[in-house]
Nanobody, 127 residues
Framework: QVQLVESGGGSVQAGGSLRLSCAASGRSISAYTIGWFRQAPGKEREFVAS???????????TYADSVKGRFTISRDNARNTVYLQMNSLTPEDTAVYYCALSRAMIRATNVYEYDTWGQGTQVTVSS
């Protein structure tokens, strides 16, 4: 029912920044957990960050160790959009980035915990 569309990917040099967007349509995502994952060639899809509702009007974030301090996840409920601000990028961040929705309003860091996925957006970081 809900559709997710990622945008904002591109090519940057090491040390640069990008902001990815995950725009949802079909239903409000304000009450659901939204996660960002990435997949590099020959590698498994891995968790990057997620944001979930922790109260009636509060949210909580979770980050993979590899991106802590560099990436920030946020959401704009009025726009039904989740963002991933990526700073201090390195070539190891090169991957296709996906956003996904989990109907369970809990911390979720595994692929199997998510129901709906976007098409992905390519991020390439050169040295």
């Amino acid at each position: 029912q809900v559709q997710l569309v990622e945008s904002g990917g591109g090519s940057v040099q090491a040390g640069g920044s990008l902001r990815l967007s995950c725009a949802a349509s079909g239903r409000s995502i304000s009450a659901y957990t939204i996660g960002w994952f990435r997949q590099a060639p020959g590698k498994e899809r891995e968790f990057v960050a997620s944001i979930r509702r922790s109260g009636s009007n509060t949210y909580a974030d979770t980050y993979a160790d590899s991106v802590k301090g560099r990436f920030t996840i946020s959401r704009d409920n009025a726009r039904n959009t989740v963002y991933l601000q990526m700073n201090s990028l390195t070539p190891e961040d090169t991957a296709v980035y996906y956003c996904a929705l989990s109907r369970a309003m809990i911390r979720a860091t595994n692929v199997y915990e998510y129901d709906t996925w976007g098409q992905g957006t390519q991020v390439t970081v050169s040295s």
